[in-house]
């Protein structure tokens, strides 16, 4: 069952530093899959600067026509996959032979390491589905391992709530001595789903040499002087000791950050390596068949 605690006052502290917004991006329109309709937050020319995460794709409608297709099988190597369910039903199958359903709540964590192929395909035939994907990048040295698969549901993910009514969902790393459901060394991901009742404050301490973001997927939150409405996300300065968030409506939003890995990026579609000789291997390897 989820942790449900009240975390005094230290969740709405002011920090000393808290960062600013260094930039606010709208997300690019575009469909993946079998035609699912969805935004991509964080591109492709954005990995670099929030290194390492690779990719952030946000998906939400109640026409069953822009997400009915699903994606079918389809490879992956060299990184972890986090889709977080906010609404609907999506049934993942792969090559491993791991199999799950993900419900409204719930996350699946899956490692591609050196290779897997998957599919998640709707449950549903009408109603609602909403949700995230999020790509983080795996070290050099991870690349080839094992990969490995976990089912997160929405009960097993530790949950706390501030004074000021804030829910707190530690999908990974930690928030005010509340450990997260995963954690992994090498990149130290903070994965938070917030729901801030309108004027809560929520403050959260990050190393300044990690990278962060937030999105916004209801009502508008103010970081420092800038104004983040829904549907956005917003790139935090590296300085300071964390970030303040002041929902000016009741409002949910995602605080992701992580720690820099500093390699090289060399990505073909589903593949993401360090080296262009890394990607040819990984494109022979899935052609014949040793992903299977």
């Known amino acids: 069952m989820a942790t449900i605690i009240d975390v005094l006052s230290t969740a ?12 606010v991006v709208a997300g690019q329109p575009t469909s993946d899959g079998a035609g699912v309709k969805l935004t991509r937050m964080l591109t492709q020319p954005l990995q670099r ?32 996959t986090i889709t977080y369910m906010i609404a609907g039903r999506m049934r993942h199958r792969d090559s491993a032979g791991n ?3 993900l419900s409204s709540g719930d996350v699946q964590w899956m490692t591609a390491g050196r290779g897997v192929i998957h599919s998640e ?19 050099g040295r991870d690349k080839l391992r094992t990969p490995w698969y976990r089912d997160i549901r929405h009960a097993e993910i530790p949950t706390f709530t501030t004074p000021q009514g804030v829910t707190v969902r ?10 997260g459901a995963v ?21 959260q301490e990050i190393p300044a040499s990690h990278n962060a973001f937030v999105v916004v997927y ?9 104004l983040v409405p829904a549907q956005r996300m917003a790139i935090l300065a590296n300085e300071g000791d964390g970030v303040t968030l002041e929902a000016r409506a009741p409002s949910r939003a995602l605080l992701i950050a992580g720690k820099p890995l500093g390699e090289p990026i060399a990505q073909y579609g589903p593949f993401v390596m360090n080296t262009q000789d890394e990607l040819v ?7 014949s068949g040793a992903f299977a």
């Open 121 to 139: 395909l709707p449950e549903q035939q009408d109603g609602r589905m909403e949700g995230f994907q999020l790509w983080l990048n795996l070290p």
């Open 170 to 179: 530690v999908i990974a790393g930690a928030s005010h001595d509340v450990e």
């Open 281 to 287: 291997q990984a494109v022979r390897d899935y052609q």
């Open 12 to 23: 709405t502290a002011a920090l000393a530093h808290p960062r600013s917004v260094e930039h």
């Open 218 to 226: 209801g009502g508008e939150l103010a970081i420092a002087d800038t």
């Open 49 to 80: 600067r929030l290194d390492p995460y690779l990719m952030l794709d946000a998906f939400g409608t109640d026409d069953p026509q822009d997400y009915i297709a699903g994606f079918p099988d389809h490879p992956h190597r060299g990184f972890e």
């Open 99 to 101: 199999e799950g359903l």
């Open 183 to 203: 954690q992994r060394e090498a990149t130290q991901p903070l994965y938070l789903d917030l729901e801030l009742p309108a004027g809560a404050r929520f403050s």
